[in-house]
T-cell receptor, first 114, second 114 residues
Framework: DTGVSQDPRHKITKRGQNVTFRCDPI?????LYWYRQTLGQGPEFLTY????????KSRLLSDRFSAERPKGSFSTLEIQRTEQGDSAMYLC????????????FGSGTRLTVV | AQSVTQLDSHVSVSEGTPVLLRCNYS??????LFWYVQHPNKGLQLLLK??????LVKGINGFEAEFKKSETSFHLTKPSAHMSDAAEYFC????????????FGKGTTLSVSS
């Protein structure tokens, strides 16, 4: 296992279109997180899964955003009716049981809405 | 509520001189603290972590940080900067509640000149 994988690396979409991103965590990690990073800022938490259960959602996650982790393995993040303000790097991270082990981040999906 | 404040948005040093990146935290619980580094077009990499063990934490690439509860600080240091250290550095806090999101600072850009 080589770490957390995210696909695609880059996505350019027109305003109003829907987009979906995928994250494959480290296989033995039961916790999966989505973050968003805009230019010049630190990553901001979006949502968190423990196995297949979505346990926490940020107020940043508007009703146009939905995330799933159907079998407790990979996760998808969908943005409906994209807006220019959605342009950002979307980061996925996973961690094993126990916060002290830290998180492993993927390289991210850069979304550009034109 | 937890938060971190990175006191400098940009730090410039000469190669071979010491590095100091400052971070103050606020947490209602015993925090876990981390430093992550982000090189251009690369994913976030964990430099080091503090999880209530030794207050002086050693990380990768010669970096270390000291947890000072009385000062609510977790400054990152390195005795001698290398050109390859030029990157964005994030101070991060979380408490010990399982699944709680990481809270990132706004980042400090480290520039290293020859």
């Amino acid at each position: 296992d080589t770490g957390v994988s995210q696909d695609p690396r880059h996505k350019i979409t027109k305003r109003g279109q829907n987009v979906t991103f995928r994250c494959d965590p480290i296989s033995e990690h039961n916790r999966l997180y989505w973050y968003r990073q805009t230019l010049g800022q630190g990553p901001e938490f979006l949502t968190y899964f423990q196995n297949e259960a979505q346990l926490e959602k940020s107020r940043l996650l508007s009703d146009r955003f939905s995330a799933e982790r159907p079998k407790g393995s990979f996760s998808t993040l969908e943005i409906q009716r994209t807006e220019q303000g959605d342009s950002a790097m979307y980061l996925c991270a996973s961690s094993p049981k126990g916060l002290g082990d830290g998180y492993t981040f993927g390289s991210g999906t850069r979304l550009t809405v034109v | 509520a937890q938060s971190v404040t990175q006191l400098d948005s940009h730090v410039s040093v000469s190669e071979g001189t010491p590095v100091l990146l400052r971070c103050n935290y606020s947490s209602s619980y015993s925090p876990s603290l981390f430093w992550y580094v982000q090189h251009p077009n690369k994913g976030l990499q964990l430099l080091l972590k503090y999880t209530s063990a030794a207050t002086l934490v050693k990380g990768i690439n010669g970096f270390e940080a000291e947890f000072k509860k009385s000062e609510t600080s977790f400054h990152l240091t390195k005795p001698s900067a290398h050109m390859s250290d030029a990157a964005e550095y994030f101070c991060v806090v979380s408490d010990h509640q399982a699944g709680t999101a990481l809270i990132f600072g706004k980042g400090t850009t480290l520039s290293v000149s020859s």
